[in-house]
């Protein structure tokens, strides 16, 4: 079946470098991607999102960039501070009535 | 921007007991909502999909008697976890879809079952 794989389970990165998360796809009908952050005890937050019609998008220190002929796609972060330590996740559309599946979540620490 | 309510976050209820979790959009209309279970340290497996006025779909492994949705009106799902178990124990999420926005989740509920 359809599945996301997502690269790497855990990260440690120094406040202030970047961070990136790599995630591949397998269903070629994929055309919404999202990325979610999930902190202990709560739901995931939609933090960034890309469609298939676009290769990258930005938000201030949050990118993604999505490779369509390789189906893969990327979180990077910049300038990492320790609020964004937390559960990522990275996502993407199947079939027709949008579901969407997960990948295995990357555990992200920034170290001081 | 797009909000959806879940009801309770915790709840901790004995075995053999029924369980009711609610999740509305409360500024939206979802015609479909899904329901996701995570245990700890680990991913949301999706385990159905909730449509408005008609059955849900289910994914491969998921007991539809045991895990009972109701979507009854475009801002309200629930899922009943029929006669639990400590393996249920887990935390369900549920997440609704707006066009132009994504997808939207809960808050999440953390189910124990003693």
């Known amino acids: 079946g359809e599945n996301v794989e997502q690269h790497p389970s855990t990260l440690s990165v120094q406040e202030g470098d970047s961070a990136v998360i790599k995630c591949t796809y397998s269903?070629?009908?994929?055309?919404?991607f999202p990325w979610y952050k999930q902190e202990l005890g709560k739901g995931p937050q939609l933090i960034i999102d890309?469609?298939?019609?676009?290769g990258e998008k930005k938000d201030q220190r949050i990118a993604v960039t999505l490779n369509k002929t390789a189906k893969h796609f990327s979180l990077h972060i910049t300038e990492t501070q320790p609020e964004d330590s937390a559960v990522y996740f990275c996502?993407?559309?199947?079939?027709?009535?949008?579901?969407?599946?997960f990948g295995k979540g990357t555990r992200l620490h920034i170290l001081p | 921007g797009a909000v959806v309510s879940q009801h309770p976050s915790r709840v901790i209820c004995k075995s053999g007991t029924s369980v009711k979790i609610e999740c509305r959009s409360l500024d939206f209309q979802a015609t479909t909502m899904f329901w996701y279970r995570q245990f700890p340290k680990q991913s949301l497996m999706l385990m159905a999909t909730s449509n408005e006025g008609s059955k849900a779909t289910y994914e491969q492994g998921v007991e539809k008697d045991k895990f009972l949705i109701n979507h009854a009106s475009l801002t309200l799902s629930t899922l009943t976890v029929t006669s639990a178990h400590p393996e249920d124990s887990s935390f369900y999420i549920c997440?609704?879809?707006?066009?132009?926005?994504?997808?939207?989740f809960g808050s999440g509920t953390r189910l124990t079952v003693v």
């Open positions: 890309i469609r298939s019609n676009v």
């Open positions: 269903d070629s009908a994929s055309n919404y």
């Open positions: 996502a993407a559309s199947i079939g027709r009535d949008d579901k969407i599946i």
């Open positions: 997440s609704a879809a707006r066009s132009g926005t994504g997808y939207t």
